[in-house]
């Protein structure tokens, strides 16, 4: 939860002055273990406030129209980062609805790829369901043309949130991401055992793939591997972390 005052000067002071950063989080395969990709996580370190959580600075951002400024920031950093270490395999970015609304965003996403000779398909945009999204017609043109082009997209936190079973319906998404507080009480609580095997297997019919974000002990890692989820997240693996930190602890560890 948030606990700090931030303000749209705090935020693009932090902008101008290089104050935010990307983190990495390994995702891996559930069957062998590997790396598969990392999730790129804001982390903002303000000189006047300290350590402020992307629950502080998102919400701001987004009221005070500065969340494509952040997005942009962000991506630039992490395809840089994943050209100059293929080992990373993909990365997902969490995406909000507004950048999404931006007219011919596609095209952006897709010239900045070709500039760091990054393939369109080891890039997923992760859209978090438990935000209300209105899919005007600029929003649905982004995602259909990103899909074509072949962006991975995401339905991140999923089962929480918004009239979740109708966005599978009108959106092309690759993949689900199980909200982690499902995955938090699998192991103790049978009703969210049996929702996420529900999920995985509405999922798989539908020919998506399931991330299970959250798991912080192995119980709960071979829970999600016996009900058949495709990729693990979580503490129980690796914290997100700065670029160098995943290189030397994660890639070349
Ligand atoms: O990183 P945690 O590390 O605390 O992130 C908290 C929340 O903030 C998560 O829901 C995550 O998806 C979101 N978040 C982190 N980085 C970004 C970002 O760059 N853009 C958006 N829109 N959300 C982000
Ligand atoms: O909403 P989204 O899935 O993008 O959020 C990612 C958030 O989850 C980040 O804040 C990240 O730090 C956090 N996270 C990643 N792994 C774990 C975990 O194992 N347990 C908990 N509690 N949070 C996690
Ligand atoms: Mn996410």
Known sequence: MCNKKVTKKVITDG????HFSNNYQPIYSADNNLLNGVEVLLRFNSPSLGYI???CFISCAEEENLINDLFFFSTNQALIDLKNNHKLK???INISPSTLMIP??????HDKCKDNFISNDNVTLEITENVEYFETEVFLENINKLRMLGFGLSIDDFGTGYASLSKLKN???TELKIDRTFVKHAK???????IIEHLVSLTHN??????????EDVETYNMMKEIGVDLCQGYFFHRPVPINKLINNVIDG
């Open 171 to 173: 959106i092309p998404f």
């Open 15 to 18: 902008l101008i002055n290089n």
């Open 104 to 109: 011919d965003f596609y095209c952006w996403l």
């Open 53 to 55: 959580s992307p629950d």
């Open 206 to 215: 539908l020919g998506l793939k399931v991330v299970a974000e959250g798991i």
């Open 188 to 194: 103790k609580n049978n009703i969210d055992r049996k």
């Open 90 to 92: 993909k990365i997902s």
